[in-house]
């Protein structure tokens, strides 16, 4: 009886836990097997509508050989990285500060400064792109990184402070009204106290904010036309798709390896991102 009892559910979990998980992971996966499949494939390959899509009979790397050594791929990645990073800790400074202040320190129309807060991340980049480049070129930041890590907290700012305000308001009172008894003043409570706690929740506002910065692409296109200066996004449409040619191999390649920085981070940082997100994002 017993074994037929687990039978069933043995049979119940394939069906309802285990099909559904393997098929989401498939659907999730498929684009990096796309993109990998596509990069080792020579152009032959590539145009062959005879050739099933899904095999690749003469892998090459020769796609990411065009991209080391015909284009500037390495420093694309470098400037996406110095402006992903350094926007990505700016909006951090800026968004922990002012989330911790909505949540904590009550004062008329907190509430309505947290919404509005929201609504400001709601606007779109379209609307806003030319009076920033006119702002950028008053202070002489046009064409270099410097000016995406100037705008891009525009919109990353509100993004976190909102992520954080919400966690903010999970961290009990009583933990910084101890600490400020005991001699602590409220920024040392605040840097002490509440942001050990907050990591979760900064490593989440941090991961989306990279995220953000690292594929953003209005910005990107709209402030900066030295080679030299551009990143990742706008580098690849300007060099790699040429009028109505898609040089298709190393367009995957360079998504592939685009990629790979993005895993990474939410790899290693998975548990914290989870906890932050449900811990605090969704509760102010």
């Given at each position: 009886?017993?074994?037929?009892?687990r039978?069933?559910t043995?049979?119940?979990?394939?069906?309802?836990?285990y099909?559904p998980?393997?098929?989401?992971?498939?659907?999730?996966?498929f684009?990096f097997?796309?993109?990998a499949?596509?990069?080792?494939?020579?152009?032959r390959e590539?145009y062959?509508l005879?050739?099933s899509?899904?095999v690749v009979?003469?892998?090459?790397l020769?796609?990411?050989t065009?991209?080391?050594t015909?284009?500037?791929?390495?420093t694309?990645?470098r400037?996406?990285?110095?402006?992903?990073?350094?926007?990505?800790l700016?909006?951090?400074?800026?968004?922990?500060l002012?989330?911790?202040?909505?949540a904590?320190?009550?004062?008329?129309?907190?509430?309505a400064?947290g919404m509005?807060?929201f609504?400001?991340?709601?606007?779109?980049?379209?609307l806003l792109?030319?009076?920033?480049?006119?702002?950028?070129?008053?202070?002489?930041?046009?064409n270099?990184?410097?000016?995406?890590?100037?705008?891009?907290?525009t919109?990353l700012v509100?993004?976190?402070t909102?992520?954080?305000?919400?966690?903010?308001?999970?961290?009990?009172?009583?933990i910084?009204?101890?600490?400020i008894?005991?001699?602590c003043?409220r920024?040392?409570?605040?840097?002490?106290i509440?942001?050990?706690l907050?990591?979760?929740g900064?490593?989440?506002a941090?991961?989306f904010a990279?995220?953000?910065?690292w594929?953003?692409?209005?910005y990107?296109?709209s402030?900066?036309?030295?080679?030299?200066q551009?990143v990742?996004?706008v580098?690849?449409?300007?060099?790699?798709?040429?009028g109505d040619?898609?040089l298709w191999g190393?367009?995957?390649a360079?998504?592939?390896?685009?990629?790979?920085?993005l895993a990474?981070?939410?790899?290693?940082?998975q548990?914290?991102?989870?906890?932050?997100?449900?811990?605090?994002?969704?509760?102010?």
């Open positions: 009886m017993d074994e037929v009892k039978n069933k043995l049979v119940k979990n394939i069906f309802l836990l099909f998980l393997l098929f989401l992971g498939i659907f999730f996966l684009p097997f796309w993109m499949i596509t990069s080792i494939k020579p152009d590539l062959n005879a050739q899509p899904f009979k003469a892998p090459t020769e796609h990411f065009y991209l080391f015909k284009m500037p791929f390495l694309w990645m400037n996406s990285f110095i402006v992903a990073g350094c926007s990505t700016v909006s951090l400074a800026i968004g922990s002012a989330g911790y202040s909505v904590r320190l009550r004062f008329p129309g907190a509430s400064i509005g807060i609504i400001t991340y709601l606007v779109p980049r379209t792109f030319l009076p920033l480049a006119h702002v950028l070129r008053s202070l002489g930041l046009a270099s990184v410097v000016s995406l890590v100037v705008t891009y907290p919109f509100p993004f976190c909102w992520i954080l305000m919400g966690y903010f308001a999970t961290i009990p009172k009583e910084e009204e101890c600490a008894i005991d001699g003043s920024m040392g409570a605040f840097v002490k509440v942001l050990p907050a990591t979760p900064i490593i989440a941090g991961v990279f995220t953000l910065s594929t953003e692409f209005v990107a296109l402030f900066i036309q030295l080679e030299s551009k990742l996004t580098g690849v449409v300007g060099q790699l798709v040429k040619v898609f190393s367009l995957m360079t998504a592939l390896m685009a990629s790979i920085p990474v981070i939410y790899g290693v940082l548990r914290h991102f989870i906890s932050g997100l449900t811990a605090g994002a969704v509760k102010y």
